[in-house]
């Protein structure tokens, strides 16, 4: 298992993202970041959660009609 945390992790690709624009100016990261962490983070949590939204929202520290929306949001429920 890796002893890298998370924020290393994100840290060191946000490294390489920058590095591999070569000098070319970003746009919208703070989005781009975002979307990428969220979709997973969702999937994994649910699947941990096994498909219960309340037990998942109070894991991740959100309102279940939060979770909701944003489940719907990235269509991992209908």
Not at 29 to 54: F, I, K, T, W
Request: proline share 3%.
């Amino acid at each position: 298992m890796s002893k890298k945390n998370i924020q290393d992790c994100i840290r060191d690709n946000l490294d390489s993202y920058f590095h591999d624009l070569r000098g070319a100016e970003p746009n919208a990261v703070y989005d781009m970041v975002v979307n990428a962490v969220e979709r997973p983070m969702l999937e994994v949590v649910m699947l941990r959660a096994d498909g219960n939204q309340s037990k998942a929202a109070e894991w991740l520290g959100i309102n279940r009609n939060t979770l909701r929306r944003k489940l719907l949001e990235h269509k991992l429920i209908k």
